[in-house]
């Protein structure tokens, strides 16, 4: 934990594709993790979708462990990964679970999802009045309120103006926390500040001009700051910011096949650590690596046998963490190099820079000097964005 513990804190909600948490934290730095949970999907034959009563219930419980006098919470925020996205009739209800952008019938983006439900579920999208992004469903459960929040809605390939839209948040206090199962944080605010974890991410990493940020979780970014004024370079995407700030940006698949790899690991017994898989993998002699993108890893049913099969062998779990990380940090030196300038820095955040193999990695393979700005980037960007928007409520320094 850095910085010093005091008030005002805010509660971070910080949903990612295999977990969410719930962090207390303030703009010092200071950070604890209050909770930890699960965000799982349910594989039907419709399709793939999130359990979204599993997540509330997370959601709830984490929070429920906080009470806003005894703990200084100032605000409630959550961010999420962005396109996935729940339906809501003329009561406020959740139609349907949201779908999950690991079904691989569906699509990524939030149009194209939209599109293939209109087809393939008309009943689904028949009586819907309202779209939420998943963060934003999560600050509606807390406080009745739809609001959608300008760092989603702009990733998502919809004008401005979609009639399903909410509108706009952001980075400003929507509505308080009237949920019945919250008795002690009635009346929090409950902020709306920058929803797409991405976002959240860049925001948490603090980065200067000159530098290059690198989140490494399930997914990989690399950005820096851009001007808004300017056009986006062939190639790259741009990652709408709070206060319609921006950057520029690629990104793709990073630790997914390596973090399912864990899980069938765990279910099974044969998960010895982390510290014991990354001393494993550093003196492991199997040669090669195996790369994130290969389109047989997005979504097997057996993460484990589809290295195996590229690997062209079984392999122990220090030798398949071997060939799966080397294969993140090199997509990640390839992708860094197609920035086309130098950086003063490589600013490192996500959780999977915990582990100092994968620094090691990276090291070699980055054109910069890197420095690790925490594992928590995301909740640390929600934070910022969330008291800044209460300053006059929280006093603020």
């Not at 999907?41 to 009470?67: N, Q």
């Not at 097997?300 to 220090?318: C, I, K, Q, S, T």
């Amino acid at each position: 934990m850095d910085g010093e513990w005091k008030p005002p804190f805010c509660a971070a909600i910080d949903l990612g594709a295999t977990s969410g948490r719930v962090i207390l934290g303030n703009r010092g730095g200071a950070m604890r993790e209050i909770h930890r949970f699960p965000t799982p999907m349910k594989r039907t034959e419709e399709g793939i979708f999130w359990d979204f009563a599993a997540l509330s219930a997370g959601v709830l419980a984490g929070l429920a462990e906080l009470d806003a006098e005894r703990d200084g919470v100032a605000a409630v925020s959550c961010d999420s990964w962005a396109q996935d996205f729940g339906l809501l009739n003329a009561r406020g209800e959740l139609i349907h679970d949201p779908f999950s952008y690991r079904d691989e019938h569906s699509a990524i983006f939030t149009r194209d999802r939209l599109e293939y439900i209109r087809r393939r579920f008309p009943e689904i999208l028949a009586p819907a009045v309202r779209m939420l992004h998943i963060a934003d469903l999560i600050h509606h459960l807390l406080c009745g309120e739809m609001r959608s929040n300008y760092t989603l809605t702009a990733v998502s390939k919809l004008p401005t103006d979609f009639e399903l839209f909410a509108p706009e948040a952001d980075g400003e206090i929507i509505g308080r926390i009237n949920h019945p199962a919250l008795p002690a944080l009635a009346g929090v605010p409950v902020v709306s500040g920058v929803g797409h974890d991405t976002a959240a991410t860049f925001v948490g990493g603090e980065v200067r001009p000159g530098e290059l940020l690198i989140s490494l979780g399930t997914w990989f970014m690399a950005a820096e700051p851009w001007d808004a004024d300017r056009p986006i370079p062939a190639g790259f995407g741009p990652l709408p910011l709070p206060g319609k700030q921006l950057a520029r940006t690629v990104g793709g698949m990073g630790m997914w096949p390596f973090q399912q790899c864990v899980k069938q690991w765990k279910a099974r017994g044969e998960f010895p650590g982390y510290p014991a898989l990354d001393a494993a993998a550093a003196v492991s002699a199997v040669p090669g690596e195996i790369d994130p993108d290969d389109s047989t890893l997005f979504s097997p049913d057996d993460m484990e046998e589809a290295v195996f099969r590229l690997a062209g062998r079984r392999l122990p779990p220090g030798d398949v963490t071997a060939l799966l990380l080397r294969g993140v940090a090199a997509k990640l030196g390839r992708r860094a190099a197609e920035f086309g300038r130098k950086f003063s820095r490589v600013v490192l955040v996500g959780g999977a820079c915990g582990s100092p193999l994968i620094r090691e990695l990276l090291a070699a393979r980055l054109p910069a000097p890197t420095v690790c700005r925490g594992t928590e980037a995301a909740a640390r960007g929600n934070i910022l964005t969330a008291l800044r928007a209460c300053a006059p409520e929280s006093a603020q320094p």
